[in-house]
Nanobody
Framework: QVKLVESGGGSVQTGGSLTLSCEAS???????MAWFRQVPSKEREGVAA????????HYIDSVKGRFTISRDNVKNTLYLQMNNLKPEDTAMYFC?????????????WGQGTQVTVSS
């Protein structure tokens, strides 16, 4: 059974940092993986994606230079290092696996972890 479990969310002030982790079952980790985020009343948006071996990454413009996606395929874990956080980064963050590059039709999702950035 495919399972994704996020952790690492929390509350920080503007300019702070957080690292999100997503522990995946082995089958889920053998695919593209991505981080998405969602705020109430808005659609979920892709934030960052990474290929199977991590050789290629993709970011939305608003997080380029601040966020870094990475993966450890030995530990079956996906990461999102978030630096210089802004209030507009406040959202529920989800990891996803097995989709089309970079943010299309992902099959598996975690339950989400909340990130709150205060000014």
């Amino acid at each position: 059974q495919v399972k994704l479990v996020e952790s690492g969310g929390g509350s920080v002030q503007t300019g702070g940092s957080l690292t999100l982790s997503c522990e995946a079952s082995a089958s889920a980790s053998k695919s593209y993986m991505a981080w998405f985020r969602q705020v109430p009343s808005k659609e979920r948006e892709g934030v960052a994606a990474i290929t199977l071996r991590g050789e290629t990454t993709h970011y939305i413009d608003s997080v380029k230079g601040r966020f870094t996606i990475s993966r450890d395929n030995v530990k079956n874990t996906l990461y999102l290092q978030m630096n210089n956080l802004k209030p507009e980064d406040t959202a529920m963050y989800f990891c996803a696996a097995s989709g089309y590059w970079p943010f299309l039709r992902y099959d598996y999702w975690g339950q989400g972890t909340q990130v709150t950035v205060s000014s």
